[in-house]
Every structure is written in structure tokens, then in C-alpha cells.
């Protein structure tokens, strides 16, 4: 039994609220809504970084302190006033943390003091730089630069300054250290003051120290000596003049910065050059070396003292993907913080890709479950439909997978292709090939073969450490390198070599060449990564838009529907392996709020009329076009992202701005049009289309009228399905209402907390909130949210009275029978004699179409759910009043009835239970 299948993890999470922290939102904000999320049934908070981050930061991923908590957010005693509260009533905190990187900031003690003392600084180890990996070379380039240095210069906007007591560059409004050997060259002079001179003389031997601790502290004292000396008008105006005199000097001062330890750069050059590794291609987030113990140890000194103090009561690792090698941290993590702490990993699995067994974690933030719910509510016999209206609108019948290449290999070589270079360096300093050997195979070929093995990885990263690799793995990287055997033959020889290299046996007592192929293979890993999440989620996303309803981070433009069975097997799996793993329906990363992409998946139930109304809208549109542009893959994007994200009617925002700053990102990330002239005419034919005058408007919102309700009938499914399938339902923060975000920063917006209060202390307060007449009242108001928000209160509530039925209760599918037998899904949970029987329709558009009624009309004819004989008892609504009477079916139409969704507790063991 794995520590996954064991029942540790803070007595059992029963949900998680996910809570973006920052400037706007602070803890004393979290605070104020406390009761609230404990009214509506939450019972842990989950909250994003809490150390500090750069200043203004709106998500705390790039933190430039682990030990301290941001003072943007509150102090560490709001915190703990915070989480007292919790654990007084029973509540609990899920903290995320970020061990992968952090910023590349001024503010960031750590990197400073590297970029002042290189090999000297007791941080030197700390980020993956040539001062602490092989797989770099040269001074820490610094590409953030929009002039070359020497213009800067020229133009007087790079300067030696004084600053806090030290001297630093000035350029871009950002300081960079001068390191300590530069003072003398900035302070030395002919006529400087003797307190001058005897001050160099002191640097002169502090440059002969070698110890980093030592170093740091003589470097501390001399400079607190020199802040000393500014007190002193004639030493200060020596120091000013000198500073002015440099910055006067363009040659100095250009040797001065050829003698730091970095190298300042432009922006643009990363792409190309790079010598540390960054987040994705995020230069401003450099990463760290979380193998090494001590940084192991530094980076999680606060959140070890938090968790052993009682504070907080579990972990979120971020981008675990990316560490050197998962499962080591993963277990160094499990031996500092005990058995019973919860913990989960930000892991993207693709469709048939399961989480390492001996991961010691409860599983994942949840994006499977996403996938899977997104894929039962899309109509999989519609697929072929929809590729082929999008083959004929766009004339590109490129594969998938052809697709999937492609953007890869842009995202590698153009934009990853400083790192590309260093693994092909790295492959030579490891020395996995001899000079012989390398003199045989054509001139940039290996660099070529490795960039095209990573490309066609199919999932984010494998995780092995040890070699010979084990089977699957190894027989995973076969079947790459035979594709690449075939796509390119003019690199087979080459091909052969790296094959060779990681899949050959050397010989046993070859120890220490295993070694250095383990380390050439786990740096590649955590590249493959970022390459994947940057080709696809970020690329690939917005160049697709056959439907964009699975653009979703762990879904696939690949995937296209999923059966009822299908999804029975997808669950039943998960409680066998992973019973305490999230499930998650919308994050701060998804591309798409959960119920925008619910009313996506109405299209391919209404396939024929989508088309007809798409077809219509190119020709009425025609003329808000300038010459033929925006093409038809960001016009069929615009259409989708309209209907998806169009607000609930009698509601009003900002949605013409969003809208537009949404386009203007998605042309970004496409990364195809990057010209301002396209930018342009795309944000001007949006703006036309939401323009309520044209005859545009009046179709679409007919269409729009058309769907909504079955879109709010796949929200009303999808919230139903994580809150009573196994697993520890996540609820982002808001999304008890609608959630009708698009991608960040839209889906960070405000939370009107004060009216979600309004509407639940309204509905508490309510004598008959379990009636059939409230659920259709609610029904009647559904555009304002609140019906999502009852059953969400309401499955909370469930789950609160009944923790061991939903986190080890058994699942088992429930056979429907009929004529829309296809349309229903059904299971059961049980746990001793306390069962739930949930049952949600599938696909309900298609079906009011072909009986051309609306949903309350919706005849379910002979569709019958069967329960086995021993379970022929009486029933009662977790939602409603209604009892059921022993039967051994119900039919889909008495279910029903009163409401879209059907969630029936065993009567007996309900009234014993309350």
C-alpha cells in the first residue's frame, strides 16, 4: 500500500476554497468572510503563496523572501489568529508553496547577494547557475535589457548610484550590486582622503578571504565603515564626485560592468542565451536548486515552523514537474512534516498517464478530474462534425499530433533555444560521447536530435532517476526515437548514438557513467516540461480553435468526449489508487471558467444549428473586417469565447473590455500574428461585434437565449459530480456563484463576497429551503447564481455529516435502462449501511431538440435507473422534501421532476445519522 492509499491527511480535507491572496486581499479580508465559507460548508482554506513576493504582486508566485511572510498580506500573528479560528471550528489551511523558483528581483536578498559576491556569496549554491551546475557557463546573464548596455550608457540611462549604503547600476528604474572588488576602482584616486585610502587598503585584504561566511561578514562590516564616512562632508563630496566623474567616463564605466559578476543584457537575447534556468521562458523567475539540502532546508524554514506549530495543516507544491528530481523531494518533504500531513502536487496527467506510485502524497490539485467531467459533458459522436467544419473554414487538415509538433518545435527553437544549447553542451561536459565519436555525426545534429526528442515527449516529464531505465520508460523512448527514425532519417545516426546513451547497457561496474547519464536525463526532464505547458496550453490553445471548450489545462484539443462507462472506470480507478486526491472544475490557471466551458459542451449537442449560426455570423461580419482579417481561427475563437463568457442576462460588468483584453492576449500566445496592424483590426472587429446596433447582435443573442439554460443544467452536473464523487472537491474562490472568467488575470477578478452572504443567509434563512418550491423558485432566478450556490451549500453540508461515505464510501455505477438510457449517468456510494444514489443527465439540448420542448416538458419516456434487489428501500432527496418508496427502480422522469439533479440518501440512515 502506498502512502496515497493510507487515510493520513488531516483527518480527512472533506473540500477545499481555494483564496487568492494579495494587496487587494489580504488576510484581514479573508477574515471578514470567514463565516461565510463556514455558512456555505467549506471546511478548509487553500491558499496561494503567503511568503513575500515582489511588490504588487497579484498571486505570490514570485517570491523573493520564503521566510517571512508578505507584508502586503499581514503578519504572521494575522495568520495565526486566522488559523486559530479555523481549528476552533473545525476548519482547516492548505497552503501552497513554490520550491521550483523564485524571482529575479532587486528585492531578492538571496540572488543579490550572489550577483555582488559570485562564488563568494553563501548563495551561490542556491539557483541553478553556472555557479552551481555544470550545465552553465559564464557570468549570470541579466536579459532585461530594451538597449544594449553601451547605448545606455551613451544615453546616460545606466549609472553608478549610492544606494542603502552600497553602490549599485541604475538602469530601467532597477538596481543591480556592484561587486565589492569595483569600489576600488569607483573610489580610487589621487587625491581621495586619507579615511579613503585606509578603507581600500582594508578591501585589498578582504579580497583574500575565501570563506563565503567569513567573506560576508568582513564585506558587511567595510561597507558599514564607508555609510560611516557619508557623514563626513569632505568624504562625502569625494564620494559623490567620484560616482559622478565614472558615470562621465563611458569607457569605465563600461570595464566596470564587463568586471561583475553577471552580464546585464537584452531582453530579447534569452531566447537564444541563456545560463540559468528560468520558470518557462519567464526570465524575471530564475530557479532553484532544491536538490541541495541546504536550500532544501532555508526555502522551507517558515513553512516547517508553520506546519510544527500547529498554524497550517497541509501542502500544495506548485510545478512540481520542474525540481531535479520529484520523488527525493517529495520524500524529504514526507520526513519533514510526518505521515499524517496532506499534501498534493500541482501535476498535469495526460489521458493515460498516471501519477508515480511512490509518490508519498495524497495525489493531485485535481486538472483530471476536470478533464474527465469536461469530456462526459461533451457529446463524443459529434467530433468528426466538428473537425470537419473546421477543416472546411480553415482549409488546414493538419493532424493533432502534427499540430501538437509544431508548436513545440517554434516554442523550442525560437523561444527555448538557449536552453536547447546548454543540454547539447551539457551532453559533451558529461562527457557521454567521445571526441571520436562526435566528429562522426553531421555538424548540429545532436543538438537537433535532442531538441526532437523532447518535442515529441507525450507527456509533461518522465521521472526516472536510475539506469538502465526501467521498462515502461525505456520502452516509452523507443517508441520516440523510431518517430524520429522515420519523420527525420537524416538524423538516424545521431539518433542511434542518444538511444544508445540512455537506453544501452553499460556495464555493470559502469557506475559512475550511469551516473552522469542520470544527470543528463533528469536535466532534459526539467525542460520537457515548460516545453509542453509553453507548446501547448500556452500555444497550441490559441491556434486551435476547432473547440475551445477542451483548451483546457489537463484537457486536450486531442480529446473530444467521454461515456458514461468511460467515466465510471476514470472514477473507480481514482478511488483505488488515489481516494484523497483533488478534484478540481476551475483554478487561478485554467483558460476558462467551469461554467463557461459547460456551456461550451451544449455546441456538439446542436451541432447543425452552431454551424448554421456560425456561417450566418461570417457573412453578416464580412464588413467589419479589414482585408480578410482577423482569419477564421481567431474569428471562430472570438464567436466561441463570446457565447461562453457572455454574462448571465440581467447581469451587467465590464464585458467589452474583457473581451478585448482577452483577444489581445490570445493573439500573444498564439504567437502568430505579433504585428500591431493585426492586433488592430482584431480588436476592431470585436469591438463591432458587440456592438448591439448591427444585425449581428440580434442573432447572436438569439442563439445565446437558446443554450443558457443547458449550459446551467451541465453546471448544475459538473458541481454535482465533485461534490459526491470520490475525491476532496475544490471549490475556487467565487465559484459557488457563476463563473464566467476568462483566462488571468480575468479570473482573478473581485469576488462579490457581500452579495454571495446576501443571497446564502437569504436562502438559510428561508423555512422551506428543502422544498420542491424553493428548488423551483431558485430554478426560476437562476441567472443570478443562487441555484448553484443552494446545491452547493447543500452537497457541502452532505458531506460535512457524512465524511466516511464520500472519502471511502464505495463507488458503483447504477445501470439505466431505456430509450435515453445514453443521457443519464448514475452510482452509488456506500459506506456500511449509509448509501447516496446520485443520477444527472447527459446531453439534454440534443434531447429537447429532437422532442422540440423545453426542459421542464422533457419526456423522459422508459429511461429507468435499476438498483440491485438488497437495495430496494425507501429513499429521501439530499435536496429536496421528496421521499421515494422502496422500489428497485426509478425512472428518470420521477427523478427529475422537481429539479435537474437527483441526489437520493437511504431514509433510514439519514434519520438515524440526524
Request: net charge negative; hydrophobic share 40%; aromatic share 10%.
Amino acid at each position: 500500500m502506498t502512502l496515497s492509499q493510507g487515510c493520513f491527511g488531516m483527518h480527512n480535507l472533506i473540500n477545499t476554497y481555494r483564496i487568492q491572496l494579495h494587496a487587494d486581499f489580504t488576510f484581514a479580508h479573508l477574515e471578514a468572510i470567514l463565516p461565510y465559507l463556514r455558512a456555505l460548508g467549506v471546511k478548509t482554506i487553500y491558499a496561494s503563496p503567503i511568503t513575500e513576493a515582489t511588490p504588487g504582486s497579484e498571486h505570490g508566485y514570485d517570491g523573493i523572501d520564503p521566510v517571512r511572510i508578505a507584508p502586503d498580506l499581514g503578519t504572521r500573528a494575522d495568520l495565526e489568529r486566522i488559523c486559530q479560528w479555523l481549528h476552533d471550528n473545525d476548519m482547516q489551511w492548505l497552503q501552497d508553496i513554490v520550491p521550483n523558483h523564485m524571482a529575479f528581483h532587486p528585492g531578492n536578498a538571496w540572488l543579490t547577494d550572489v550577483l555582488e559576491k559570485g562564488p563568494l556569496s553563501r548563495y551561490a549554491p542556491y539557483f541553478d547557475t553556472a555557479l552551481a551546475s555544470d550545465l552553465f557557463a559564464g557570468r549570470i546573464r541579466v536579459p532585461f535589457l530594451t538597449e544594449t548596455p553601451e547605448q545606455l550608457i551613451d544615453q546616460h540611462k545606466l549609472t553608478l548610484i549610492s544606494c542603502d549604503g552600497r553602490f549599485a547600476i541604475s538602469v530601467n528604474d532597477t538596481t543591480y550590486p556592484l561587486t565589492p572588488r569595483s569600489y576600488a576602482t569607483v573610489l580610487a584616486g589621487s587625491d581621495a582622503p586619507d579615511a579613503i585610502q585606509q578603507l581600500l587598503s582594508q578591501l585589498t585584504d578582504l579580497h583574500r578571504t575565501e570563506d563565503a561566511v567569513a567573506y560576508a561578514i568582513a564585506w558587511d562590516e567595510w561597507r558599514e565603515q564607508l555609510a560611516g564616512l557619508t557623514s563626513n562632508a569632505v568624504t562625502n563630496a569625494y564620494i559623490e564626485q567620484r560616482l559622478h566623474q565614472t558615470n562621465a567616463a563611458p569607457e569605465q564605466l563600461r570595464s566596470i560592468l564587463d568586471g561583475q559578476q553577471y552580464q546585464l543584457c537584452l531582453a530579447n537575447d534569452a531566447n537564444q542565451h541563456i545560463n540559468y534556468r528560468r520558470f518557462f521562458t519567464v526570465s524575471d523567475l530564475i530557479c532553484l536548486m532544491m536538490q541541495n539540502d541546504t536550500v532544501f532546508d532555508d526555502y522551507h524554514r517558515l513553512i516547517f515552523d508553520l506546519l510544527k506549530t500547529g498554524v497550517i495543516d497541509g501542502l500544495r507544491v506548485d510545478h512540481v514537474d520542474g525540481l531535479f528530481a520529484p520523488t527525493a523531494y517529495l520524500n524529504k518533504l514526507r520526513q519533514a512534516v510526518g505521515e499524517d500531513t496532506y499534501i498534493v502536487v500541482e501535476k498535469i496527467l495526460q489521458a493515460d498517464e498516471s501519477l508515480p506510485d511512490e509518490w508519498p502524497v495524497a495525489g493531485t490539485t485535481g486538472y483530471e478530474f476536470l478533464a474527465a467531467t469536461n469530456n462526459l459533458l461533451t457529446d463524443e459522436r459529434q467530433e468528426s462534425a466538428f473537425q470537419q467544419f473546421y477543416a472546411e473554414q480553415t482549409g488546414d487538415t493538419t493532424s493533432l499530433t502534427d499540430q501538437t509538433y509544431g508548436r513545440k518545435a517554434y516554442l523550442l527553437y525560437q523561444q527555448m533555444g538557449g536552453e536547447l544549447e546548454n543540454l547539447t553542451n551539457y551532453y559533451h561536459t558529461l562527457g557521454l560521447m567521445s571526441e571520436a565519436e562526435s566528429a562522426e555525426l553531421p555538424a548540429g545534429s545532436l543538438k537537433l536530435t535532442i531538441g526532437e526528442w523532447l518535442i515529441r515527449f507525450p507527456v509533461y516529464r518522465y521521472f526516472g532517476t536510475q539506469f538502465p531505465l526501467k521498462d515502461a520508460e525505456a520502452d516509452a523512448h523507443q517508441t520516440i526515437f523510431a518517430q524520429i527514425h522515420d519523420a527525420r532519417p537524416g538524423l538516424s545516426r545521431t539518433v542511434d548514438q542518444l538511444a544508445e546513451t540512455l537506453l544501452g547497457h553499460s556495464g555493470a561496474a559502469d557506475t559512475e557513467r550511469r551516473q552522469r547519464i542520470a544527470l543528463f536525463y533528469q536535466r532534459c526532464m526539467q525542460y520537457a516540461g515548460p516545453l509542453m505547458a509553453k507548446g501547448v496550453e500556452d500555444t497550441l490553445f490559441y491556434t486551435n480553435s476547432c473547440f475551445i471548450g477542451h483548451n483546457e489545462v489537463g484537457d486536450s484539443v486531442e480529446r473530444f468526449g467521454l461515456s458514461a462507462d468511460g467515466f465510471h472506470r476514470f472514477i473507480q480507478q481514482r478511488q483505488q489508487h488515489w481516494p484523497l486526491t483533488m478534484s478540481t472544475t476551475a483554478t487561478h490557471d485554467t483558460k476558462r471558467g467551469e461554467d463557461v466551458r459547460a456551456r461550451l459542451a451544449v455546441l456538439p449537442d446542436v451541432a447543425d444549428e452552431w454551424f448554421a449560426a456560425v456561417r450566418s455570423w461570417q457573412e453578416l461580419n464580412a464588413t467589419a473586417k479589414t482585408d480578410d482579417a482577423p482569419n477564421f481561427i481567431d474569428e471562430y475563437l472570438i464567436y466561441q469565447s463570446l457565447l461562453g463568457s457572455y454574462p448571465m442576462p440581467g447581469t451587467e460588468d465590464d464585458f467589452a473590455d474583457r473581451m478585448q483584453a482577452f483577444m489581445e492576449k490570445a493573439l500573444s500566445e498564439a504567437k502568430r500574428h505579433t504585428d500591431d496592424a493585426y492586433q488592430q483590426v482584431t480588436t476592431s472587429f470585436t469591438e463591432q461585434l458587440l456592438d448591439k446596433n448591427r444585425p449581428f447582435w440580434s442573432s447572436f443573442e438569439s442563439f445565446y437565449h437558446s443554450i443558457i439554460d443547458f449550459g446551467i443544467v451541465n453546471s448544475l452536473v459538473q458541481s454535482t459530480l465533485k461534490y459526491t464523487t470520490p475525491g476532496v472537491p475544490d471549490l475556487y474562490q467565487g465559484n459557488e456563484g457563476w463563473d464566467l472568467s476568462m483566462v488571468d488575470p480575468d479570473n482573478r477578478r473581485p469576488v462579490p463576497y457581500e452579495k454571495l452572504q446576501r443571497d446564502l443567509q437569504t436562502l438559510l434563512d428561508r423555512p422551506d429551503n428543502t422544498s420542491d418550491t424553493c428548488w423551483r423558485d431558485l430554478w426560476a432566478d437562476r441567472y443570478s447564481g443562487r441555484v448553484k450556490q443552494w446545491l452547493t451549500h447543500q452537497l457541502l453540508q452532505h458531506r460535512q455529516q457524512h465524511p466516511a461515505l464520500f472519502s471511502t464510501g464505495a463507488y458503483t455505477p447504477v445501470v439505466v435502462q431505456g430509450r435515453y438510457a445514453a443521457n443519464v449517468l448514475a452510482f452509488l456510494r456506500t459506506q456500511g449501511n449509509t448509501r447516496l444514489l446520485v443520477v444527472v443527465p447527459l446531453n439534454v439540448a440534443r434531447l429537447c431538440r429532437e422532442q422540440q420542448v423545453y426542459l421542464p416538458a422533457l419526456d423522459w419516456a422508459d429511461t429507468t435507473v435499476l438498483l440491485p434487489e438488497t437495495l430496494s428501500v425507501q429513499w429521501t432527496s439530499c435536496l429536496t422534501d421528496a421521499v421515494f418508496s422502496a422500489a428497485d427502480r426509478y425512472t428518470a422522469g420521477s427523478l427529475f421532476a422537481a429539479f435537474p439533479i437527483a441526489c437520493l440518501l437511504n431514509s433510514s440512515d439519514r434519520q438515524t445519522e440526524s
